[in-house]
């Protein structure tokens, strides 16, 4: 098969190693071209042409012309297999960081083109300045990674036959111990963009014992992150609490593994969900919060992650409840104007008497500020730890303490033999074969994807509003 592969650039992330991956895995059944308006510094086994005019458009300033970069792409593919491709493989297209990305597919497909998009973060998932208003693609096949997009995309009105489930594959990672790390703690590896829910992790610090600092690794690249996370280490180092930031800039990432006693996650969202698997093929155990929509994949296989807390609840009445609720109020309506959709306020005020019910409501829902304000009280005053403690019993004893081996074996053998390379590649040449020779008729509702995401019973403003700076 001859499949070419689509992606605004090849710079260092997520999605340029998926592509790393379905390159490599089906390198020896397709011939390969891969597409890109920026190539960054990223090598490939396979051709690769950059045609600029793919690239976000916030790095490109020149004229773009739907018809002539379509036109590019046809060359390109023609001149690499000497005719059509069988496949065309678009990641993220739904995004709109290339405002004529859409344009461009559409003339692609009036050219015969079978394309397959493949989304890996939806617009509608609290992105609204990367939402297309246009319609998506019509006619063409989807993918997504987890069950819970492939559900949402079903109910908007995508078909069995058009809609395939990609889950990644996931590899031991190539973790090297190089060195000693100057104290054990407890590691949250991430980037630690606002959705990463930093303000949870300096929470639980306050519940680990004294010689066992969090420590998290790298700092945000965009600006609105780098002005919350500044935000969080004055915050650390005006109260004297026992968090380290920055660790991965001058630690070594394998040794900090290596000494840690365990890992965590307080991410309130994720797409894939790398970060709930990984921790076991390090050997390490993971504790923090679930996401329950992305771990039923997971656990639907056989890992075992019945040990990780769903929701962190903390008293109303610590946060300023009638500034939160203006606050979170606004944002929902704001964001619903961003995404040209409506809700009643009586649906509003529903949605925020069942977040707030028994005068709790969870961390994870908090603006900074809010955060803030609850772990002042913890270490502020025994009396409101003991209270968080009663009402959230976990926060006792933090990890999984007993069984820690029999637990790590059983998940990491699950993971392996779930998301297997080989069982990756299966799945992508069947997909790649439906793609090139079944036809479908279909097109995606996108006030129903709209709301699929904008719920207000999940509604969060760490999510879904802006940074405000206290100062």
């Known amino acids: ?124 998932d609290g992105r609204p300045l990367a939402y297309f208003a246009e319609s998506y693609p019509a006619d063409c096949h989807y993918g997504v990674i987890n069950q819970r997009d492939y559900q949402i995309l079903r109910q908007a009105g995508l078909k069995h036959e058009g809609l395939h489930l990609m889950e990644n594959t996931v590899t031991v990672p190539p973790i090297t111990r190089r060195g000693e790390v100057d104290c054990r703690g407890i590691l949250y590896p991430i980037r630690a ?46 109260h004297g609490l026992n968090v380290k930031f920055d660790r991965g800039l001058n630690q070594d990432f394998g040794s900090l593994v290596a000494a840690a006693d365990f890992l965590i996650s307080t991410s309130i969202t994720e797409g894939f969900g790398f970060s709930f698997l990984e921790p076991w093929l390090f050997g390490k155990v993971l504790w923090g919060r679930k996401l329950v929509d992305i771990c039923l994949d997971f656990e639907n296989n056989g890992i075992r992650l019945d040990h990780l807390y769903a929701g962190l609840h903390v008293p109303l009445d610590w946060i300023d409840p009638a500034q939160f609720r203006d606050k979170w109020h606004r944002c929902v309506l704001e964001n619903c104007k961003l995404f040209h959709y409506s809700i009643s306020p009586e649906r509003l005020w529903e949605a925020f008497d069942s977040l707030t019910s028994d005068g709790k409501i969870d961390f994870g829902l908090l603006d900074e ?100 700076d206290e100062k």
């Open 1 to 124: 098969m001859k499949i070419a592969y689509l992606h605004y650039h090849l710079k260092t992330g997520g999605v340029t190693t998926v592509l790393k991956q379905q390159l490599a895995t089906v390198a020896r059944q397709t011939e390969q071209l891969v597409i890109t308006g920026d190539p960054g510094e990223t090598h490939l086994d396979a051709d690769t042409v950059r045609i600029p005019e793919l690239a976000y458009s916030s790095d490109y300033r020149g004229i773009v012309k739907p018809r002539d970069a379509a036109r590019a792409i046809l060359e390109a593919i023609s001149s690499k297999f000497g005719g059509p491709c069988d496949v065309l493989h678009v990641h993220n297209p739904t995004l709109a960081k290339n405002r004529y990305f859409l344009t461009i597919l559409k003339q692609l497909q009036q050219e015969g083109l079978n394309l397959l998009l493949q989304i890996h973060d939806f617009a509608e």
């Open 193 to 238: 963009i606002r959705r990463k829910n930093i303000g949870e992790a300096i929470l639980l610090s306050c519940f680990m014992k004294a010689d066992q600092p969090v420590e998290i690794t790298l700092p945000p690249n965009s600006a609105t992150d780098i002005i919350s996370y500044r935000g969080w280490k004055d915050f650390v180092r005006d």
């Open 369 to 468: 500020s809010s955060q803030k304000r609850v772990v002042l009280r913890v270490i502020s005053s025994g009396r409101d730890s003991a209270a968080l403690i009663r009402i959230n019993p976990f926060l006792a004893a933090p990890g999984i303490g007993g069984g820690q081996t029999e637990l790590i074996g059983h998940n990491r053998q699950a993971i392996l033999d779930c998301y297997s390379q080989k069982s990756y590649r299966d799945n992508l040449l069947n997909i790649y074969c439906k793609v090139g020779t079944t036809p479908v008729k279909q097109e995606i509702d996108k006030t129903i994807l709209v709301a699929s995401f904008l719920n207000p019973d999940k509604f969060s403003l760490l999510k879904w509003g802006a940074y405000e």
